[in-house]
């Protein structure tokens, strides 16, 4: 099955700082990549869309300067955490949606980055 | 994007059948049901996928009546392994609908117990 990659697994930083984290797809070409965010006992809840080549589109709320996307490839997209603050702490998650997709629901999750800010 | 309710949380025992119910009231003609499972500190994962009647995989399977305003999860004789969070999506096919984003509810907290 197709396979999403994230790394760091676990970053610990002190606030002001900055962070990034990478998102891959291992063994497929994703067109699209998502940036979903998960504080505990809540759903996932989506940041930012993007395709390969092109900018980021945003969620409402989300901000573009501060979360910074890079969806350089087809099998790599980072999030760039700016100037991270205790609030910002979190659990992220990517996913993928291949070539191959049928329909929008069909994207592969990356095991999730657990950023904590000091 | 149609809105999906399901149960906030479920209690089962070890080695009976779960069927975790979803609602979708407002479903496209052209949307899929997706069910994902997640763990704590991972990220979802793919169970199953239908459009309708029934859908069988080597994990689950996914019935869906025929107005498919609702959709069943159903867990054969779960273990204690299978405590996650389940999600029902809705989603359409791809170039048919320019919202290129899938949203995910609440989900529901099932928890088995031995």
């Known amino acids: 099955g197709a396979v999403v990659s994230q790394h760091p697994s676990r970053v610990i930083c002190k606030s002001g700082t900055s962070v990034k984290i990478e998102c891959r797809s291992l063994?497929?070409?994703?067109?699209?990549m998502f940036w979903y965010r998960q504080f505990p006992k809540q759903s996932l809840m989506l940041m930012a869309t993007?395709?390969?080549?092109?900018?980021?589109?945003?969620e409402q709320g989300v901000e573009k300067d501060k979360f910074l996307i890079n969806h350089a490839s087809l099998t790599l997209s980072t999030l760039t955490v700016t100037s991270a603050h205790p609030e910002d702490s979190s659990f992220y998650i990517c996913?993928?949606?291949?070539?191959?997709?049928?329909?929008?629901?069909?994207?592969?999750f990356g095991p999730g980055t657990r950023l904590t800010v000091l | 994007l149609a809105k999906t309710t399901q149960p906030i949380s479920m209690d089962s025992y070890e080695g009976q059948e779960v069927n975790i119910t979803c609602s979708h009231n407002?479903?496209?003609?052209?949307?899929?049901i997706t069910w994902y499972q997640q763990f704590p500190s991972q990220g979802p994962r793919f169970i199953i996928q239908?459009?309708?009647t029934k859908v069988t995989n080597e994990v689950a399977s996914l019935f869906i009546p025929a107005d498919r305003k609702s959709s069943t999860l159903s867990l054969p004789r779960v273990s204690l392994s299978d405590t996650a969070v389940y999600y029902c999506?809705?989603?359409?096919?791809?170039?048919?609908?320019?919202?290129?984003?899938?949203?995910f509810g609440k989900g529901t907290r099932l928890h088995i117990l031995p």
């Open positions: 996913s993928a949606r291949g070539q191959g997709a049928q329909t929008y629901n069909e994207q592969f």
């Open positions: 063994d497929f070409q994703a067109t699209t």
């Open positions: 993007s395709n390969e080549g092109s900018k980021a589109t945003y």
């Open positions: 407002n479903i496209a003609t052209n949307d899929y």
């Open positions: 239908g459009y309708k």
């Open positions: 999506l809705v989603g359409d096919i791809i170039g048919r609908n320019r919202d290129d984003k899938i949203i």
